[in-house]
């Protein structure tokens, strides 16, 4: 088992920055590596960014890249979604996940979810 706290949301106006945090405890080198999620009001949970622990490679969402930066600290067992220049489509509530499967941008990939953490974003 792994489990995931995510923490950082919040209101921020549009132009501004969060960070959010993900700690994982339990399993985690059972899973090949992290992501983050959203899913924005209404709408269904799409994929954001992707860590891979072999070989810290990462990868984005087309919506977000540039913008958003994930990063871990391996030593914290903690996973970093540090998110620039916001803006009113990146409401949504974020969550963090533990790939167990091969595919990088697939919900069906990640067996292990936080419970998500709240990113508003205002006009």
């Known amino acids: 088992q792994v489990q995931l706290v995510e923490s950082g949301g919040g209101l921020v106006q549009a132009g501004g920055s969060l960070r959010l945090s993900c700690a994982a405890s339990g399993r985690t080198f059972s899973s090949y590596g992290m992501g983050w999620f959203r899913q924005p009001p209404g709408k269904e949970r799409e994929f954001v960014a992707a860590?891979?622990?072999?070989?810290?490679?990462?990868y984005y969402a087309d919506s977000v890249k540039g913008r958003f930066t994930i990063s871990s600290d391996n030593a914290k067992n903690t996973v970093y979604l540090q998110m620039d220049s916001l803006n009113a489509e990146d409401t949504a509530v974020y969550y963090c996940a533990a790939r167990t499967g091969f595919r990088t941008n697939s919900v069906n990939s990640y067996k292990y979810w936080g419970q998500g953490t709240q990113v508003t974003v205002s006009a």
């Open positions: 860590f891979t622990w072999s070989d810290a490679s990462t």
